[in-house]
């Protein structure tokens, strides 16, 4: 089974893979299992950039997450860790006005694409 681990480490993150042969690797953003692990890591690498704010970065986990589940926010669980240790279980409702937040921009991007004159 394949395993993330994140932590702090003098004040800053870090994300750890492991996998059933027993290597580890390090990241800034990755994504385990499931069928689309590979085009969500690639999304990943490519949408994550040093710097972000926590709001940029739980956004992009949800956009990530929205590529594979069909539900929106009730099957997703969103865990902040904060400097200190702190973790926070982001609510429901909170992962929900961000689903909501990223599909009407989707459906914006599908309306300004539909190629008609208005």
């Known amino acids: 089974i394949a395993c993330l681990l994140a932590g702090l480490e003098r004040g800053e993150p870090y994300l750890y893979q492991t996998d059933p042969a027993g290597t580890h690797s390090r990241w800034r953003a990755q ?9 969500l890591r690639e ?5 994550y950039a040093d710097g972000l704010t926590e709001q940029k970065c739980v956004r992009l986990a ?6 594979v589940v069909d539900s929106g926010a009730k099957t997703m669980e969103i865990c ?3 400097s200190g240790g702190v973790k926070e279980v982001l609510a429901e409702s909170g ?3 961000i689903v909501k937040e990223i599909e009407a921009e989707q459906e914006e ?6 190629g008609g004159d208005e």
């Open 95 to 97: 992962v929900e006005a």
């Open 62 to 67: 949800v956009q990530a997450l929205l590529e």
């Open 31 to 39: 994504v385990i299992g499931g069928r689309n692990a590979k085009s």
């Open 80 to 82: 902040v860790l904060r």
């Open 109 to 114: 991007k599908r309306a300004g694409t539909g």
């Open 43 to 47: 999304f990943l690498e490519k949408q």
